[in-house]
């Protein structure tokens, strides 16, 4: 990684030194190097048509390479418009290069010049995760509960490869729904490291490294590195709570028309947690599907990811093994079930619980039994039956 930092200073030279022209900022054999020939004729010279989305610095589009194999990729182009832009994007090219995880976007090559810089990416069919939680009003089939679990595992280990699997930490700083692409098989990859930052080497990874701005989206931004400047991987496990709560209820992370507690998804699934009603507003879809043992345990996790402090949230380590036991609790629950009913499927019903959790522990302990508690929906007070609760009951009648 320090060979990063001295190829940013080398190349900042470069650049400066001459004019438009292609050059390499890697050592040879690190990535493919494409010529503007190869990505002109991989683009149909930038072609309208082929663009599949859009971020804050350009255009992404759809290409073939290797005609006559055709791979499909994905071009992101940036036009230069200031030299912060360009570190960015080349420290995002440098970065992506040196990592491998099945959970991270593979970076296929790139094209660097004056003017722009164009990252080749593998082309991840299914979009972004986002697209897939839209609460009531879906537009691509909903994700079951467990599929959702296996998304949320991929990313919980992408972030522990970035934050323990080198030798310094790597904090992503801006993980959020629309920043995990899901491939043909719906396994998440991690995508946008353009505003990554180095943490310290991984063994002493607790303390803050501080941030001269700070950099995420709102919703997803941990409350203490946003007033202090403070930067620790458990920012990124801040924002990974967020997309558990996404995920589990379908439904937006901040909704800026609201000035009551329900604007950001964190505040207010974490009220509904002390109230006792989080099951009200997850996802409808998801109503009766999860298994309660499961469903205990991906609240605690996810509520003790949104704590206030870094200091008090688990690490993504943690999180990614609780949340393979809530995939094992629901698998072995649904093959019990299916053992007693074998024409059930997907429809199965699990009784419908409450979680509660009136006030965080101090610390997290690892062993999360002591956490929440959940109740069947019988024993909830009147104020929690209310709408969503009450019309469904347990068998789904
Ligand atoms: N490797 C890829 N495969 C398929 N689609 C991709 C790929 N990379 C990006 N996209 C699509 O392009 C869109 C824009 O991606 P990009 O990373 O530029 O923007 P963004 O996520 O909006 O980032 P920013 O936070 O910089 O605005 C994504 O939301 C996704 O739909």
């Known amino acids: 990684m320090e060979g990063i930092s001295k190829l940013l200073r080398t190349s900042g030279k470069r650049r400066l030194d001459k004019t438009r022209q292609s050059y390499s900022v890697l050592p040879d054999g690190l990535c493919r190097r494409f010529s503007l020939a190869d990505i002109n004729t991989a683009t149909s010279n930038f072609d309208d048509d082929l663009v599949i989305g859009e971020g804050s610095y350009g255009k992404v589009y759809k290409g073939f390479i290797d005609h006559p194999t055709t791979t499909s990729v994905a071009i992101k182009r940036v036009d230069i418009k200031s030299r912060q832009i360009f570190d960015e994007l080349r420290t995002e090219l440098l970065l992506l290069c040196q990592l491998h995880h099945p959970n991270l976007v593979p970076l296929i090559g790139y094209y660097l010049d004056d003017q722009q810089v164009i990252l080749v990416y593998e082309f991840i069919p299914n979009g972004t995760l986002s697209k897939y939680l839209h609460f009531q009003e879906h537009v691509c089939d909903p994700l079951s509960w467990k599929q959702r679990l296996q998304i949320c595992i991929g990313v919980a280990r992408a972030l522990h490869y970035l934050h323990s699997g080198v030798k310094h930490s790597i904090i992503h700083r801006n993980v959020k729904t629309s920043n995990i692409l899901l491939d043909e098989k719906l396994e998440p990859k991690l995508i946008n490291f353009g505003d990554y930052k180095m943490g310290p080497p991984s063994l002493s990874k607790d303390l803050p490294r501080m941030v001269s ?33 996404r995920v589990l209820c379908a439904r ?24 006792g009603t989080i099951y009200q507003i997850i996802d409808p879809y998801l109503k009766g599907k999860i298994a309660p043992e499961c469903f205990k345990i991906y609240m605690d996790i996810a509520n003790s990811c949104v704590r206030n402090k870094g200091k008090d949230r688990p690490t993504i380590t943690e999180v990614e093994v609780v949340l393979e036991h809530a995939l094992e609790l629901q698998e072995s629950a649904d093959a019990a079930r299916e053992d007693v009913d074998p024409s059930g499927g997907d429809q199965y019903k699990y009784p419908i619980v409450e979680y509660t959790c009136i006030a965080s522990p101090p610390e997290f302990e690892g062993s999360l039994e002591s956490e929440g508690s959940i109740s069947d929906s019988d024993s909830t007070t009147s104020a929690e039956l209310s709408l969503d609760v009450a019309i469904e009951s347990p068998n789904g009648q």
């Open 213 to 245: 701005e700070v950099v995420g989206t709102v919703g997803y931004l941990d409350p203490e590195y946003a007033m202090h400047w403070e930067l620790t991987d458990k920012s990124d496990v801040y924002s990974f709570g967020v997309v558990m709560f």
């Open 252 to 275: 937006s992370a901040v909704r800026r028309e609201l000035e009551t507690d329900e604007a950001h998804l964190a505040t207010w699934a974490r009220k509904c947690i002390q109230e």
